[in-house]
């Protein structure tokens, strides 16, 4: 079993940075991939960005590459979303999500999630 607990959302102007941090409970957090996805009003949820065990493979979705960087400490058990250069369009509930399989997870079937922590973007 994994408890995921999100924090660091806020409002920050455009162009600004925040860090999302996404700490893990239980003992099995390093055999998971890790990852962050985003749901704004009225759309869909998004997958952002993930990171396996060994962070030798990492994916972000298009609209966040070169912008936010998906990085995990073990000794922490904590995952981190550094975003930076943030739009209006990155507005959304940021959502942790930890699952045994990259592809699962990506496709948002992750077998646990976070309560979510809002970023709200003003321009």
């Known amino acids: 079993q994994v408890q995921l607990v999100e924090s660091g959302g806020g409002l920050v102007q455009a162009g600004g940075s925040l860090r999302l941090s996404c700490a893990a409970s239980?003992?099995?957090?390093?055999?998971?991939?890790m990852g962050w996805f985003r749901q704004a009003p009225g759309k869909e949820r998004e997958f952002v960005a993930a990171?396996?065990?060994?962070?030798?493979?990492?994916y972000y979705a298009d609209s966040v590459k070169g912008r936010f960087t998906i990085s995990r400490d073990h000794a922490k058990n904590t995952v981190y979303l550094e975003m930076n250069s943030l739009k209006p369009e990155d507005t959304a509930v940021y959502y942790c999500?930890?699952?045994?399989?990259?592809?699962?997870?990506?496709?948002?079937?992750?077998?646990?999630w976070g309560q979510g922590t809002q970023v709200t973007v003003s321009s």
């Open positions: 999500a930890a699952d045994g399989s990259m592809g699962t997870l990506q496709a948002g079937q992750g077998d646990y």
């Open positions: 239980g003992r099995t957090f390093m055999s998971y991939v």
């Open positions: 990171i396996n065990w060994m962070a030798s493979s990492i």
